[in-house]
């Protein structure tokens, strides 16, 4: 098993990479991320947190298991495994569950991506990033050359994909690769913390946002003033926005978990 996800009763998923090796992704692991993605989605989850379990987060493809192939066998085998791997990358995209990603040790090329793709990323102070992909004569996959320009900016993205220079946890902060910089021993706690207290909040609030940010290097500013129009307005009315404002009110914490527009997971799951 290279990648395990459990669903609380909170609706919190935690989705593990537990292959080993540098949690290295070959097929099966990027087939694995796939298809807990999928259960997040089925699931309909509140909040995502994502870890390597080892000394290391994600050393990026297996290129044990890819020097075995050569030529058609190669290129055939590569596509299967970004195809799955992207899957994963869109379906979490497209959830309305913010998505944690807490990392340490190594993170290289589409452990970099999984960062990327994260609402917040955590990382231990020895965690160390690396874009690898030209060292090895291949180019990005996991959408690292879409997040890595938007975090850290075009002329920044590119100095990291053609150098591969190592990135320490705390210039990785500076540069807005990561959200926060924790000790080794508080990584996991600190991102259950975090995750756990999104798993408490407005999802589909959080989803309509993700997705505000998303668009909006790509958008011109009038069109981005009328999407953010339309997304409050239908915020307002929805089931959330009246408990959020009926909650603030009345000086009580909100309970978004059995809104209308809300998700949540029953009982637990486990792969």
């Given at each position: 098993?290279?990648?395990?996800?459990?669903?609380?009763?909170?609706?919190?998923?935690?989705?593990?990479?537990?292959?080993?090796?540098?949690?290295?992704?070959?097929?099966?692991?990027?087939?694995?991320?796939?298809?807990?993605?999928?259960?997040?989605?089925?699931?309909?989850v509140?909040?995502?947190?994502?870890?390597?379990?080892?000394?290391?987060?994600?050393?990026g493809g297996?290129?044990?298991?890819?020097?075995?192939?050569?030529?058609?066998?190669?290129?055939?085998?590569?596509?299967?495994?970004?195809?799955?791997?992207?899957?994963?990358?869109?379906?979490?995209?497209?959830?309305?569950?913010?998505?944690?990603?807490?990392?340490?040790?190594?993170?290289?090329?589409?452990?970099?991506?999984?960062?990327?793709?994260?609402?917040?990323?955590?990382?231990?102070?020895?965690?160390?990033?690396?874009?690898?992909?030209?060292?090895?004569?291949?180019?990005?996959?996991?959408?690292?050359?879409?997040?890595?320009?938007?975090?850290?900016?075009?002329?920044?993205?590119?100095?990291?994909?053609?150098?591969?220079?190592?990135?320490?946890a705390?210039?990785?902060?500076?540069?807005?690769?990561?959200?926060?910089?924790?000790?080794?021993?508080?990584?996991?706690?600190?991102a259950?913390?975090t995750?756990?207290?999104?798993?408490?909040?407005?999802?589909?609030?959080?989803?309509a946002?993700?997705?505000?940010?998303?668009?909006?290097?790509?958008t011109?500013?009038?069109?981005?003033l009328?999407?953010?129009?339309?997304?409050?307005?239908?915020?307002?009315?929805?089931?959330?926005?009246r408990?959020g404002?009926?909650?603030?009110l009345?000086?009580?914490?909100?309970?978004?978990?059995?809104?209308?527009?809300?998700?949540?997971?029953?009982?637990?799951?486990?792969?």
């Amino acid at each position: 098993m290279r990648v395990t996800v459990e669903v609380d009763g909170d609706g919190l998923a935690r989705v593990e990479l537990c292959r080993g090796s540098g949690n290295a992704i070959d097929l099966a692991t990027a087939r694995g991320l796939r298809d807990a993605a999928l259960e997040c989605e089925r699931e309909r989850v509140r909040a995502v947190l994502l870890t390597g379990r080892g000394r290391s987060f994600c050393v990026g493809g297996d290129l044990k298991e890819f020097a075995a192939l050569s030529g058609e066998r190669l290129a055939a085998h590569l596509t299967d495994v970004t195809d799955a791997l992207h899957a994963a990358l869109r379906i979490l995209s497209g959830l309305d569950a913010p998505l944690v990603v807490a990392v340490q040790g190594a993170v290289a090329g589409a452990g970099l991506g999984l960062v990327g793709a994260a609402d917040i990323g955590i990382a231990a102070t020895d965690a160390g990033f690396t874009a690898a992909y030209t060292a090895i004569g291949y180019t990005p996959d996991a959408g690292v050359s879409w997040s890595l320009p938007r975090l850290v900016g075009p002329r920044q993205a590119v100095d990291l994909l053609l150098t591969n220079r190592r990135v320490p946890a705390a210039e990785a902060l500076r540069m807005g690769l990561v959200s926060r910089v924790v000790a080794p021993e508080r990584l996991y706690e600190e991102a259950v913390r975090t995750a756990g207290t999104l798993a408490h909040g407005a999802t589909a609030a959080y989803g309509a946002t993700r997705r505000l940010v998303g668009r909006a290097l790509s958008t011109d500013l009038d069109e981005h003033l009328d999407d953010e129009a339309r997304r409050l307005a239908a915020a307002a009315v929805s089931g959330e926005g009246r408990e959020g404002v009926a909650a603030f009110l009345a000086g009580r914490r909100a309970d978004f978990a059995g809104c209308e527009g809300g998700s949540g997971a029953q009982g637990r799951a486990v792969r």
